[in-house]
């Protein structure tokens, strides 16, 4: 079994920042990429950035200059740093990650339950 469980999300005011965690927990051998993506409402989920295992990254357009992945493979975690919040930042955030089972070293994708992000005026 593996799981990924998120934290930090909340309200957040114009300008604002909030700083994402998921860590990843089971039975890993080993995780590829990690990354977030977001959900607005009535809209189909989307990536927001992407993290490969040796560092690099890669960002939607719409983010990019303003968030920052991060990850701490010793923990197992992957970190989004979200500086000069919008209103269209309001989202569902869910990270994700490649995953080799220690049980049967298949690599799978992953998904965390999401937090949400709330853009308070």
């Known amino acids: 079994q593996v799981q990924l469980v998120e934290s930090g999300g909340g309200l957040v005011q114009p300008g604002g920042s909030l700083r994402l965690s998921c860590a990843a927990s089971?039975?890993?051998?080993?995780?590829?990429?990690m990354g977030w993506y977001r959900q607005h409402p009535g809209k189909q989920r989307e990536l927001g950035a992407r993290?490969?295992?040796?560092?690099?990254?890669n960002y939607a357009d719409s983010v990019k200059g303003r968030f920052t992945i991060s990850r701490d493979n010793a923990k197992n975690t992957v970190y989004l740093q979200m500086n000069s919040l919008k209103p269209e930042d309001t989202a569902v955030y869910y990270c994700?990650?490649?995953?080799?089972?220690?049980?049967?070293?298949?690599?799978?994708?992953?998904w965390g339950h999401g937090t949400q992000v709330t853009f308070s005026s």
């Open positions: 993290i490969t295992r040796r560092g690099s990254t």
């Open positions: 089971g039975s890993i051998f080993s995780i590829n990429a």
């Open positions: 994700n990650a490649d995953i080799r089972i220690a049980t049967t070293l298949k690599l799978q994708g992953y």
